[in-house]
């Protein structure tokens, strides 16, 4: 796998709702995924037999690791105090001993309102500081362990909930020693909130390309139905993340009936203009 991303194009990666959804999904976007998006809760162990799936599959894993953990110190303090160091380390072990490349989303959209470890549940003004020192712990334990094939994923959502200049993402950047990649997540909610793909990424998007040089993913997108055109929604997102956001060299697709219908075969329509944007060669397959 490419460290540095200096390859052309775009690698394909979806959430494909358990890994027996795998096989189908690839059928019907025509495409084998480069990527394959899941998400372990804290404290669930190193998934083995998940990674091996995705190994055997060609592709890379992308872990989004969840610390649904609650402290009196509040969940950042208590990660970076090292409360969970047992189990911290005991996952980067496991990790490093399965040994190939794999991609570890910690703690993302931490510029929401929504999760334990985001900035208006851990202080507020002070949310961002205490992020970027329970991120510092986390890289310091991979350090630590020596597990190298880890590649920590730094992932805002695209806009900041509550919009307050105290809860920009740039807040919560830990500094270009401590990313691997960055990332950014963002949705098509439909009905009265249509969004183009440009409106949902291109702010931030250049917000993100000023922040840092490293490279970058979409680590969740989707579009919902109703509203628009969800076919043709499909169609531009893709035609322009080729040509205007050349940084981005990964995307993954949140594949699941959920807050909307995200799946790409909501619509025989969605689900051909998937299969047929993503027959372009600079679609890649596999990382390089």
Avoid at 109 to 118: A, K, S, V
Avoid at 142 to 154: C, T
Avoid at 191 to 218: C, E, H, N, V
Wanted: charged residues 15%; aromatic residues 16%; neutral net charge.
């Amino acid at each position: 796998m490419s460290t540095s991303a200096d390859f052309s194009g775009c690698a394909v990666g979806a959430y494909v709702n358990g890994l027996a959804n795998l096989p189908a999904f690839q059928a019907v976007i025509g495409k084998k995924l480069a990527v394959i998006l899941w998400y372990v809760h804290w404290p669930e162990p190193f998934p083995l037999a998940e990674v091996e799936t995705a190994d055997r599959n060609c592709s890379v894993p992308l872990i989004t690791w969840e610390p649904w953990v609650t402290d009196a110190a509040g969940t950042l303090e208590a990660i970076a105090a090292g409360s969970y160091e047992a189990y911290v380390r005991s996952f980067f072990l496991a990790a490093k001993s399965w040994g190939k490349p794999l991609f570890l989303r910690f703690a993302h959209e931490m510029n929401g309102n929504w999760y334990p470890w985001d900035g208006a549940h851990n202080g507020g003004a002070e949310g961002g500081a205490r992020y970027k020192k329970a991120w510092k712990y986390i890289y310091n334990v991979r350090q630590a362990v020596g597990a190298d094939n880890v590649f920590l994923v730094w992932c805002p959502n695209n806009a900041g909930l509550p919009d307050e200049p105290w809860n920009d993402f740039a807040a919560y950047y830990p500094g270009d020693r401590y990313v691997d990649w960055g990332g950014l997540d963002g949705y098509n909610w439909g009905y009265s909130s249509w969004q183009s793909f440009d409106a949902i990424f291109g702010g931030a998007y250049r917000t993100l390309t000023a922040l840092t040089g490293k490279p970058l993913m979409i680590g969740e997108f989707a579009s919902a139905g109703p509203g628009g055109d969800k076919a043709a929604w499909i169609t531009d997102a893709l035609q322009k993340m080729i040509s205007t956001y050349p940084r981005i060299k990964v995307f993954c697709w949140f594949n699941i009936n959920k807050e909307r219908d995200w799946r790409i075969d909501s619509s025989p329509a969605a689900a051909q203009a998937m299969k047929n944007a993503l027959q372009s060669a600079l679609f890649l397959a596999k990382i390089p």
